[in-house]
């Protein structure tokens, strides 16, 4: 079974950088999509970046953008999120996602069926 290990969480001041990693037991290409959500408690998953790792096109959430950058390594099956310019705001537990649905919008968590564990980002001001 394809499992996603998350990694590269911390602690970091704002203005700093971080770079999460997900590692998929598995063949990435044949992943299609992978994507990143974060979470807050008690609010609800939202999205912050999608990559096709097929012909490497990228969204990304208004919040995140030009300061987050999805990417893949195929040799290495793994996804990262290159987090600059962190602000108090995007401190929330990082998840990878993916087994996207057929035709379901990429920024729904619904539509993904496979999920890591999580990775805590904290950014402190």
């Known amino acids: 079974q394809v499992q996603l290990v998350e990694s590269g969480g911390g602690s970091v001041q704002a203005g700093g950088s971080l770079r999460l990693s997900c590692a998929v037991s598995?063949?990435?290409?044949?992943?299609?999509?992978m994507a990143w959500f974060r979470q807050v408690p008690g609010k609800e998953r939202e999205e912050v970046a999608l990559?096709?790792?097929?012909?490497?096109?990228?969204l990304y959430a208004d919040s995140v953008k030009g300061r987050f950058t999805i990417s893949q390594d195929n040799a290495k099956n793994t996804v990262y999120l290159q987090m600059n310019s962190l602000k108090s705001d995007d401190t929330a537990m990082y998840y990878c996602a993916t087994d996207r649905k057929y035709g379901r919008r990429w920024d729904d968590p619904s539509t993904y069926r496979l999920w890591g564990q999580g990775t805590q980002v904290t950014v402190s001001s």
């Open positions: 598995g063949d990435l290409y044949s992943r299609n999509y």
């Open positions: 990559i096709n790792t097929s012909d490497g096109n990228t």
